[in-house]
C-alpha cells in the first residue's frame, strides 16, 4: 500500500503560478508510474502529466510549455510545476502511483493509488 498526500492547490489570477507536491509514504520500488490529474466539474478525470521510473515524462497537449513534472526520489514526492495558469487549468488534481507499463498514456485506469486531490482555482 502506499498512500499519497497532494498540496499547495490554492487560487491565482490567470498567468499565475502554483507548485503541488505530493508525498508518498514510502519509496516505491521497481517499475512504476507517478502521474497527476485533474477534473473539473462535471468534466471526466484528464491525465495531466505523467513521470515513469526511468524519467521518461509526458504532457497533455493543453498543458505543453506551461507545466513540468518532476520527482524527488529521496524524498518520495512528486511535483508539478505550473506557470501561466489559465481559467481552463482550474479543477482538483490528483496525485495518483501505478505500473510503468502504460505510463505515458496517462489513463486513470493504470493508476492503482490516488491521493485525495488538492483544488486549484485560476480567475480571469
Known amino acids: 500500500q502506499v498512500q499519497l498526500v497532494e498540496s499547495g492547490g490554492g487560487s491565482v489570477q490567470s498567468g499565475g503560478s502554483l507548485r503541488l507536491s505530493c508525498a508518498a509514504s514510502?519509496?516505491?520500488?521497481?517499475?512504476?508510474?507517478m502521474g497527476w490529474f485533474r477534473q473539473a466539474p462535471g468534466k471526466e478525470r484528464e491525465g495531466v502529466a505523467s513521470i515513469d521510473s526511468n524519467g521518461r515524462i509526458s504532457y497533455a497537449d493543453s498543458v505543453k510549455g506551461r507545466f513540468t513534472i518532476s520527482q524527488d526520489r529521496v524524498k518520495n514526492t512528486l511535483y508539478l510545476q505550473m506557470n501561466n495558469l489559465k481559467p481552463e487549468d482550474k479543477g482538483m488534481y490528483y496525485c495518483?502511483?501505478?505500473?510503468?507499463?502504460?505510463?505515458?498514456?496517462?489513463?486513470?485506469?493504470?493508476?492503482?493509488?490516488w491521493g485525495q486531490g488538492t483544488q486549484v482555482t485560476v480567475s480571469s
Open positions: 514510502r519509496y516505491i520500488h521497481g517499475g512504476h508510474c
Open positions: 495518483a502511483a501505478g505500473g510503468w507499463l502504460h505510463c505515458l498514456d496517462r489513463n486513470a485506469a493504470d493508476f492503482g493509488y
